[in-house]
């Protein structure tokens, strides 16, 4: 089977026949020879996260005013908006971790 000339030829059937077919190949018959292996001195540095950038959705969301005041006068060079999205997330890994 040929591949299609360009991304947009591909149907989403073909990415997951793809996608099946790479998940069938054993580990053990993949080649991993050109890919140094990592060191201790390397994961002792290692940083999670770094380049993680999740996607942000625009909203409209009514809060009490003393609360958006409060986030204001409380975090530094105005970001309280990434103040209350670090304070929402936490309470979030709170939960999940709690449920499950």
């Known amino acids: 089977m040929s ?17 099946r077919r790479i998940a069938s190949i054993p580990d053990s018959e993949i080649d991993t020879s050109d890919i140094p292996e ?9 940083q999670k996260g770094r380049y993680f950038r999740p996607t942000k959705t625009s909203i409209t969301i009514r809060l009490d005013a003393d609360l958006v005041d409060w986030f204001k006068a409380h975090t530094e060079n105005g970001g309280y908006q990434t ?18």
């Not at 103040?83 to 499950?100: C, D, T, W, Y």
């Open 38 to 46: 990592i060191t201790e001195a390397q994961w002792a540095t290692a």
């Open 3 to 19: 591949e299609p000339a360009t991304k947009k030829e591909r149907s989403d059937d073909d990415v997951e026949a793809a996608l």
């Open 83 to 100: 103040e209350i999205n670090r304070v929402l997330r936490q309470h979030m890994v709170h939960a999940i971790k709690s449920a499950g």
